[in-house]
């Protein structure tokens, strides 16, 4: 049997492949493993039936057997750490490439949302002109320092890993906006990841449900 | 050899145990882990030597032998599954725990730390009255549903784990306002976790950092 994945039915961002889905389809795809899909509504997503899959009531989920989980850095994991191809085997490149998991996640996301929140939610509040600079302060100065890391370098730690699939799949929420482009190697490597075939073929997939869904 | 971590040498919460060093010396004592400290000042973390430990100039950081990471997610993790106490041994069980380490950091976290960042930084402006209560929402919303997922449990997912160490340590943060008082559950629940022994030597440890560095 092969693992099942929550999914929007609609997604909210019209399968340009900014929700959480993808950062999981993505990984099925590296390591080869196939996949179902189950695609709720909005409504499904907050009832008590989703939420003992989900406490907080999103997708994705994952289940395999008596395994449920949710959390993409926790999904992710679960696959590199089952199948070869996102997670170096030996011990010390593996923790790096966890580090990298885990910056992604914690430290480069989180005021890259603080600013699409604002974006959305505070465009026609008295002070966002005032406030939107402060917050691409924010995003600029993990931008700088992780360009600064990278370097001339293809991935972050070596090989690719799930560090950099974590870490393209957060930067990628700023292909909107103009921020990546003042760092040249940050671009290229978001490119480079999107060139690869397993995210293309992951890419597509979730664009096809949005197709269907908005068609139909 | 014991590990080398690196701690704030005047910690700017004053030795209440919110620096993220108090997480990977917590996990340490947990698993009855010797290290050592270094302990240094904000320009130090900001150097080339320090970033070339951590890219984005912050502690902790972990040093074994050849092994350096940064990020407490990954120093925890990395603790847990070389030594036992953290992470249950049945694969599925370990799966869960790394759930809820990632949803106490890339779920729990997010909305807590904007909600300081504010009140840090937005204080004094025209807008922090109208702001301050949607950015207590957002923190509600997710304390309701981790309330409602963790029911009369002692802790997230069978035994203690890495994720309640996480997911703790999130939530103390919130012990300077007076939202946790709504869920009685969750105020047990960290109150249960601050009177394990490996907390109780962990918090002492960095509280002995501040007070010998105030007092000289």
């Known amino acids: 049997?092969?693992?099942?994945?929550?999914?929007?039915?609609?997604?909210?961002?019209?399968?340009?492949?900014?929700?959480?889905d993808m950062r999981v389809r993505w990984a099925l795809e590296e390591v080869g493993q196939p996949y179902n899909v189950r695609l709720l509504s909005f409504r499904e997503m907050k009832e008590p039936a989703h939420r003992t899959l989900h406490p907080f009531g999103q997708i994705p989920t994952y289940e395999d057997g008596d395994l449920?989980?949710?959390e993409t850095g926790a999904i992710v994991f679960h696959i590199a750490d089952r199948h070869a191809g996102l997670l170096p085997d030996d011990a010390t490149a593996r923790a790096r490439a966890m580090?990298?998991?885990f910056a992604a996640l914690n430290t480069v996301e989180p005021p890259i949302l603080a600013r699409e929140a604002a974006i959305l939610?505070?465009?026609?509040?008295?002070?966002?002109?005032?406030?939107?600079?402060?917050?691409d302060d924010r995003v600029h100065a993990r931008l700088r320092d992780l360009s600064g890391w990278l370097g001339d370098a293809d991935w972050l730690d070596g090989g690719f890993s799930a560090g950099d699939l974590m870490m393209v799949e957060v930067l990628i929420r700023l292909k909107s906006s103009d921020m990546l482009d003042a760092y040249p190697n940050l671009s290229a490597y978001v490119a480079r990841a999107e060139a690869r075939p397993a995210f293309k073929r992951a890419f597509d997939a979730q664009l096809a449900v949005f197709t269907a869904a908005s068609s139909g």
Chains 1, 2 share one sequence.
């Open 1 to 20: 049997m092969s693992p099942t994945i929550t999914a929007f039915a609609l997604s909210p961002d019209r399968g340009r492949g900014l929700a959480r």
């Open 68 to 70: 449920a989980l949710f």
């Open 99 to 101: 580090t990298w998991m």
């Open 121 to 135: 939610t505070e465009r026609d509040k008295s002070w966002y002109q005032e406030r939107l600079p402060i917050l």
